[in-house]
């Protein structure tokens, strides 16, 4: 089982990576497509995280045109999800 500590240092990592992504990330998705202007909101992305079996949600952050979930599933085992802002489908 991990400890805090290996905790923190795991979603430091996520972050890190994120940070990384971000600008690629920006270049296709800072603008909605053609025919999606809503965004999905934080409490829905939430929502769609626990249908994929997310039970604590750690950490959620908008990068973009994504919602980027860190939490674990019922099992305790550390998930990342990526959700789209604008239609709410899981990403690569």
């Given at each position: 089982m991990?400890?805090?500590?290996?905790?923190?240092?795991?979603?430091?990592?996520l972050s890190?990576?994120?940070?990384?992504a971000?600008?690629a990330?920006?270049?296709?998705?800072?603008?909605?497509?053609p025919?999606?202007p809503?965004?999905?909101?934080?409490h829905?992305?939430?929502?769609?995280?626990?249908r994929?079996?997310?039970?604590?949600?750690e950490e959620?952050a908008?990068?973009?045109?994504?919602?980027?979930?860190?939490?674990?599933?019922?099992?305790?085992?550390?998930?990342?999800?990526?959700i789209?802002?604008?239609?709410?489908?899981?990403l690569?």
């Open positions: 991990m400890n805090f500590r290996g905790r923190m240092t795991g979603l430091a990592l890190a990576g994120v940070a990384m971000a600008p990330l920006s270049m296709t998705s800072n603008q909605p497509p025919g999606k809503a965004l999905l909101s934080e829905g992305a939430r929502q769609i995280a626990w994929f079996g997310i039970t604590h949600v959620i908008r990068s973009g045109g994504r919602w980027e979930i860190a939490g674990r599933d019922r099992d305790g085992n550390e998930t990342v999800l990526d789209s802002a604008y239609d709410g489908r899981i690569d």
